[in-house]
Each structure stands twice: as structure tokens, then as C-alpha cells.
């Protein structure tokens, strides 16, 4: 039996408390988390210890693993405690919010035969997975350019008061949406060798960014984009949207359903020539408990096999979410540098949302 | 007993489980509540009483439709299902679970009713009793349906997982009995997870359980598995209903239809579909087999 802690228990923590615990290996020993109210009602309605103080937790607990699912800016400490304690962890993501930080966890980590794993829970949807073994297998020929988008209607309006309006506690469509959208390009592309044309602009939140757009460029001689907006209120759930072109055909992918374009069949993949589409009910296995998606059981699952079978070369390990870290430092450096060399706001980063009212102001006066 | 086919209404809300291209079409096809009113009216016409209904926002002007023409739908028969929980997602986000509550509560209630929950509940509601909040949901919800012939009350499916991964015996007790002393209506279960959900409420005390699920010949949604699905079916006593019959369009109507009638358990079948073809088509099978 394998004992867990969780850390923070909002939204996700209590999905993965829900799905971990009816996991047949798992037992969940205790909780966490800085709302003393939600504790109460948890520890009235459902078995489990419940803790205020997460380093009290870990001293009272004798845990084997924990999963953090706590604000980004808390990421950091947590995970080099639970580290420094000799726990497998799970933590959602970000990983960090600033590379150095990952820096830092991975030094703790050296040496340590233990699970690390972050939250990207899109490298364990169905159509995605198939996605990436096409295009390893050279299904589509070399891949040319990709596109990685992310769209849903998250902040409709300024959120000051949430940690959701601001920066340095991990808010952000940055952090929020363009990190899964980063993350499934390191999944598929791996890193880029370069960033450019980064733009971050605010379309509601007057502390953080609302869309956030950037070009890559590989030196195998490749290029991509990706393009996040978490204002856009025509979808009704968070939705992304992959394009990849490669030199033999082409693959558009959303969570449910992919397509694949090939200038030839391809007979032992079952492709015609033309335009093929695959929905995930045609190769979707199910799930021993389902909540909000295969993904969210299978990231989990594949967690605790990783523990049992001594695995530590996980799919979503820390080292591949530093990669994504990373160019999120290196987009808010270029878009930075792109508007001081306007002029506009130097030393920002964020094309504020009232650089727009001052426009349509100047055009009303150049009339 | 209850009816054999119920009508459902994703296909109007653009849920499709299957494609977000075809979520986005639906959902710019039935823009107009004229577009969805039109396909209750076909499914009427073809004999269908019944109609299952997520508390959408939507929702509320169909009910307003139903109200205005009561002799138009005399026989009308609701099974809705509550909450729709995406209304519920980003204010969760943004404000945390308690204060989305919060602001739904006070929103959905005049202020006579605030009063008598701060006599009922007391400021600090939710540390006393989280029962209570369900209650008041439960009540805010029931209001859309004011007025109209309800037979079941299902809680939706992301909740119902949810709690089940909880554990949370009293959630599913205190729903059921709630909905039978206030309302005299019976709880039902949306899943997808079948086979455990239906152990654990016969665990809970809840006898004879009405459960709907995704029930068809491919498998799809049938978590952890079809076989384990049939052996429910067989050896559990509880009420199944079964939706997502024909996989999202993956199985042909008729071997659809002849594997679900082929479960003697089964005792309704929800179905959605948006012509009179396709309505008409299902609604015979489904007769067809049942006899």
C-alpha cells in the first residue's frame, strides 16, 4: 500500500484526492491546506487527517509520496521539503514560476532515486499520445512548421482579488494556459532552439497578461507558434488546438478528435490519402474510475506504477516541465524587449489594456 | 415505472463528448430557442413524453416555454439533471469554492430567504453543515422547474463522481432523502462509473438506486468496462437508464438498439437527436425490440 499526502485542496486537489482515492494500491493518510473551513467540512464528510501546516503534516505522517496542488508561487519550497524528506512528489503545474527555482529542484533532486512528475495532463490524453507516435514514426514525413493553441473564457473581467490577477502568485494566461500549450510542444517538438516575436497583452486584468503569442524556431530547421488567449469567451471549456504540417501530410488535434491529411494512403496505419479523422471513442481505452477525463485517472495511475516499479524516467518528469519554464522566462524577456524598443512600457512586459483606449484616443484626435 | 424513452437535450447545449467541431456546429444550429423548442415539438408529436433536462441556462427559458403552452404539453414528463456544472467552474476559479457558493446562494435567493438562512444556517453555513448548502442549491435549481410534471431529480455526473471518489456517504443520502421529503421526487445518479457508483449508494442504504450511465455495444464510457457494466446489470438490484446508446454516432442504430433491449434490466433509454428522421428512427426501433 503506498501512503499519500496532498498539499492544497482547491479545484484539483480535490479531484486528485477523488481519483486517488479509489485507486485499490493508495491509501490517502492526510490533508492540507491553508482553508480551515474546508478542512472541516472535508474531515466531517470524509476519513481522512486534515493539517493546517504542511510541514507538520509531513512530520506526523509516515508518507510515501505526496502531490502538491497548491498556488504556483508555493511550488518551490514544497517540493525541495518533500525532496529533502525522501517523498516521491507529484505537483501540479507550473512547475515553478521562474526558472531558477527549477534550477534549485533539480539539485536537490540529484542523486535521489525518487518519482518526480508535474500535472501536464495533456501528455496523457489519448489523442495526443497518438499524435506524438505519428509523428515520431514519421507518419506526416519531417515536420515543417506546428501550430499550439489554447483558448477558453477563464477571466471575463479584471480579477484583482484572485491569485488568478496576479503575477506573482502564479496568475496569468502565461502560467495559466500558454504553459500547456508550451508543455504540449516540448512534448512533441522538444525545446526550441530560439523565441522570438513574443507578445503578452492585457485584455481584461490590469496586473497580468490575457493572451500571450510567440513564434520558435528549431535549429533542425523547423518553426512553430503558439498562441493562448484565456479571454475569449466563445468556448465553452478550456480547448486546445494543435496543427503540425509535415512534408508528407498534416495533423490537426483537439483533445477528442484528431485529423490527418497524407498525400499518400498509407495502408498498414489504416490512412487513406486525404483527409482521415480519428475521434477518441475509435481508440480511447476506459479508465478504472473516470472523472473529468481519461487523463486526469491515467496521470495519476501512471504515478503510483512509476513508485511501485522504482520507475524515474517519468513522461511528465521535472526536468521536461523546466523545459517549459524556461521558454516562459524566455518569452517574457523577448516580449520585454520588444516593447522597450517601441518605447511604449519599458522594463514591462504586458501591453497594458489602457495602450488601447490611449489609441483610439489618438486616432479621435487625428481626425 | 418509468417512460421507456426519454428525450435528452446535449445535442442543444453544444456537449458533444466525441468533437469540439461538432459541439460548435450544435451549439450555433440551436442559437435560437425557436431551433430547440421546434425539435421538443417533433419528439412530442412522435409520442415522446419525457425529456431529460441539465440545468443549462438555457434550460430555464424551455421551462418558460412549457409553462406558456400548458395544453400543448399536458402529458409532459421532466427528469432533470443538476448542476450544470460549467456555470459553476469559473466562479469557482476565480473566487474558490466557497466563495462561488457564496455568490450563487445569495444571488439565487430574495432577501427573506437570506434571512431565514442565516437563521436556518447561521453566518458560518458551510462549517455547520455542508448538507444544508446542498439543500439550498438543490432549492435554487428546483425553481426553474417551478410548476411543471417532475419524476426524477438527477444529480450530474461530475458531482456524482466526485463524491463517490470522496466517499462521501451522507452527500449521496442527504440528496436522496431531501429530494423525496420537500419535493416527492426520487434522486437519480448520472455516472461513468457505473458498476462502483451502484455498490457504493446499495452501501449507503440506498435501496433499489435509479442510475443512468452510458450504456452501449461498443463499450464507450464504460468505465471500468463493458463486462463489468453487464454483470451489474445482472446481479445488482437498482433502476438503470442508459444514454450514449449509439456512442456518439460510432454503432448503427439498429444493433444500438437491439443490445440495449437485449439487457432486460435496462429500464429507460435516453436519447438526443436533432431531425425528425432520426427521432422517429430511434423512437420505432427502440419499440420495436422492447416487444
Same mark, same amino acid.
Given at each position: 500500500m503506498i501512503k499519500a499526502g496532498l498539499i492544497g485542496f482547491g479545484r484539483m486537489g480535490i479531484t486528485h484526492f477523488s481519483i486517488l482515492n479509489t485507486h485499490p494500491q493508495v491509501k490517502i493518510m492526510a490533508v492540507c491546506d491553508q482553508s480551515s473551513t474546508m478542512l472541516r467540512v472535508l474531515g466531517k464528510y470524509v476519513d481522512v487527517k486534515t493539517y493546517t501546516d504542511y510541514p507538520k503534516m509531513l512530520d506526523d505522517s509516515d508518507l510515501d509520496c505526496v502531490l502538491i496542488s497548491t498556488p504556483g508561487d508555493s511550488h518551490a519550497e514544497i517540493v525541495k521539503t518533500c525532496l529533502k524528506q525522501g517523498l516521491h512528489v507529484f505537483v501540479e503545474k507550473p512547475f515553478t514560476l521562474a526558472s531558477v527555482d527549477g534550477h534549485a529542484i533539480m539539485a536537490e533532486l540529484t542523486g535521489k532515486s525518487l518519482v518526480n512528475q508535474v500535472g501536464y495532463v495533456n501528455r496523457f490524453n489519448e489523442v495526443? %499520445?497518438?499524435?506524438?507516435?505519428?509523428?515520431?514514426?514519421?507518419?506526416?514525413?519531417?515536420?515543417?512548421?506546428?501550430?499550439?493553441?489554447?483558448?477558453g473564457a477563464t477571466v471575463l473581467k479584471d480579477s484583482k482579488s484572485s491569485w488568478r490577477g496576479k503575477r506573482e502568485k502564479g496568475g496569468g494566461c502565461m502560467i495559466d494556459f500558454a504553459s500547456h500549450c508550451i508543455d504540449l510542444v516540448v512534448y512533441l517538438f522538444d525545446k526550441p532552439d530560439k523565441v522570438v516575436g513574443s507578445i503578452m497583452q492585457s485584455i481584461y486584468s490590469s496586473e497580468v497578461e490575457d493572451l500571450?503569442? $510567440?513564434?520558435?524556431?528549431? $535549429?533542425? =530547421?523547423?518553426?512553430?507558434?503558439?498562441?493562448?488567449?484565456?479571454? !475569449?469567451?466563445?468556448?465553452?471549456?478550456?480547448?486546445?488546438? +494543435?496543427?503540425?504540417?509535415?512534408?508528407?501530410?498534416?495533423?490537426?488535434?483537439?483533445?477528442?478528435?484528431y485529423k490527418i491529411y497524407l498525400k499518400e494512403s498509407d495502408p498498414k496505419r489504416g490512412l487513406d490519402q486525404g483527409w482521415n479523422t480519428r475521434y477518441i471513442t475509435d481508440f480511447g481505452k476506459t479508465t478504472r474510475f473516470y472523472l473529468r477525463?481519461?487523463?486526469?485517472?491515467?496521470?495519476?495511475?501512471?504515478?503510483?506504477?512509476?513508485?511501485?516499479?522504482?520507475?524515474?524516467?517519468?513522461?511528465?518528469?521535472?526536468?521536461?516541465?523546466?523545459?517549459?519554464?524556461?521558454?516562459?522566462?524566455?518569452?517574457?524577456?523577448?516580449?520585454?524587449?520588444?516593447?522597450?524598443? !517601441?518605447?511604449?512600457?519599458?522594463?514591462?512586459?504586458?501591453?497594458?489594456?489602457?495602450?488601447?483606449?490611449?489609441?483610439?484616443?489618438?486616432?479621435?484626435?487625428?481626425? | 415505472?418509468?417512460?421507456?424513452?426519454?428525450?435528452?437535450?446535449?445535442?442543444?447545449?453544444?456537449?458533444?463528448? %466525441?468533437?469540439?467541431?461538432?459541439?460548435?456546429?450544435?451549439?450555433?444550429?440551436f442559437k435560437d430557442l425557436k431551433a430547440i423548442t421546434d425539435v421538443i415539438d417533433i419528439a412530442y408529436d412522435c409520442g415522446i413524453r419525457a425529456f431529460m433536462l441539465n440545468t443549462h441556462d438555457r434550460v430555464k427559458d424551455i421551462c418558460d416555454h412549457f409553462r406558456g403552452n400548458p395544453e400543448r404539453?399536458?402529458?409532459?414528463? +421532466?427528469?432533470?439533471?443538476?448542476?450544470?456544472?460549467?456555470?459553476?467552474?469559473?466562479? #469557482?476559479?476565480?473566487?474558490?469554492?466557497?466563495? $462561488?457558493?457564496?455568490?450563487?446562494?445569495? $444571488?439565487?435567493?430574495?432577501?427573506?430567504?437570506?434571512? =431565514?438562512? #442565516?437563521?436556518?444556517?447561521?453566518?458560518?453555513l458551510f462549517e455547520q453543515d455542508m448538507l444544508k448548502v446542498m439543500q439550498? +442549491?438543490?432549492?435554487?435549481?428546483?425553481?426553474?422547474?417551478?410548476?411543471?410534471?417532475?419524476? #426524477? #431529480?438527477?444529480?450530474q455526473n461530475i458531482v456524482t463522481d466526485l463524491l463517490l471518489g470522496l466517499k462521501a456517504k451522507d452527500a449521496f443520502i442527504g440528496?436522496?432523502?431531501?429530494?423525496?421529503?420537500?419535493?416527492?421526487?426520487?434522486?437519480?445518479?448520472?455516472? %461513468?462509473?457505473?458498476p462502483m457508483l451502484v455498490d457504493f449508494l446499495l452501501e449507503c442504504g440506498i435501496e433499489n438506486p435509479i442510475v443512468c450511465s452510458s450504456i452501449n455495444k461498443a463499450g464507450y464510457f464504460m468505465n471500468p468496462n463493458?463486462?463489468?457494466?453487464?454483470?451489474? +446489470?445482472?446481479?445488482?438490484?437498482?433502476?438503470?437508464?442508459?444514454?450514449?446508446?449509439?456512442?456518439?454516432?460510432?454503432?448503427?442504430?439498429?444493433?444500438?438498439?437491439?443490445?440495449?433491449?437485449?439487457?432486460?434490466t435496462i429500464q429507460s433509454i435516453v436519447f438526443g437527436a436533432s431531425s425528425r428522421q432520426h427521432i422517429m428512427e430511434t423512437k420505432e426501433l427502440i419499440e420495436r425490440y422492447t416487444h
Open positions: 495526443f %499520445m497518438e499524435v506524438k507516435q505519428l509523428i515520431d514514426a514519421g507518419a506526416i514525413g519531417d515536420v515543417v512548421n506546428f501550430s499550439s493553441e489554447m483558448y500571450v503569442s $510567440a513564434s520558435f524556431i528549431y $535549429a533542425g =530547421g523547423y518553426s512553430g507558434n503558439i498562441y493562448t488567449n484565456w479571454s !475569449d469567451e466563445t468556448y465553452r471549456k478550456p480547448t486546445n488546438i +494543435l496543427k503540425v504540417l509535415g512534408t508528407k501530410g498534416k495533423i490537426i488535434a483537439d483533445k477528442h478528435a477525463g481519461n487523463e486526469f485517472t491515467n496521470q495519476l495511475d501512471y504515478f503510483i506504477d512509476c513508485i511501485e516499479q522504482k520507475k524515474y524516467d517519468n513522461i511528465s518528469s521535472f526536468s521536461e516541465a523546466l523545459k517549459t519554464d524556461i521558454i516562459m522566462d524566455e518569452i517574457v524577456q523577448d516580449a520585454a524587449r520588444s516593447l522597450a524598443s !517601441d518605447g511604449a512600457t519599458p522594463g514591462g512586459s504586458i501591453i497594458p489594456k489602457k495602450s488601447r483606449e490611449k489609441a483610439s484616443m489618438w486616432k479621435r484626435i487625428m481626425k | 415505472m418509468f417512460d421507456r424513452i426519454i428525450f435528452g437535450d446535449n445535442q442543444f447545449f453544444g456537449i458533444n463528448h %466525441m468533437s469540439e467541431d461538432k459541439a460548435q456546429a450544435q451549439a450555433e444550429r404539453y399536458a402529458d409532459l414528463v +421532466l427528469y432533470p439533471s443538476m448542476p450544470y456544472a460549467h456555470k459553476y467552474a469559473n466562479a #469557482v476559479a476565480e473566487k474558490g469554492i466557497f466563495g $462561488a457558493l457564496n455568490e450563487y446562494i445569495l $444571488a439565487g435567493s430574495s432577501a427573506s430567504e437570506i434571512v =431565514g438562512m #442565516v437563521v436556518k444556517g447561521g453566518m458560518s439550498l +442549491l438543490v432549492d435554487m435549481e428546483m425553481k426553474i422547474f417551478h410548476g411543471l410534471n417532475v419524476k #426524477v #431529480v438527477f444529480l440528496f436522496s432523502s431531501y429530494l423525496k421529503e420537500k419535493y416527492k421526487v426520487e434522486a437519480g445518479f448520472n455516472t %461513468m462509473n457505473m463493458k463486462e463489468t457494466y453487464e454483470k451489474a +446489470l445482472n446481479e445488482k438490484k437498482f433502476r438503470a437508464m442508459a444514454m450514449s446508446i449509439l456512442a456518439s454516432g460510432a454503432i448503427k442504430p439498429k444493433d444500438a438498439v437491439e443490445y440495449i433491449c437485449n439487457q432486460k
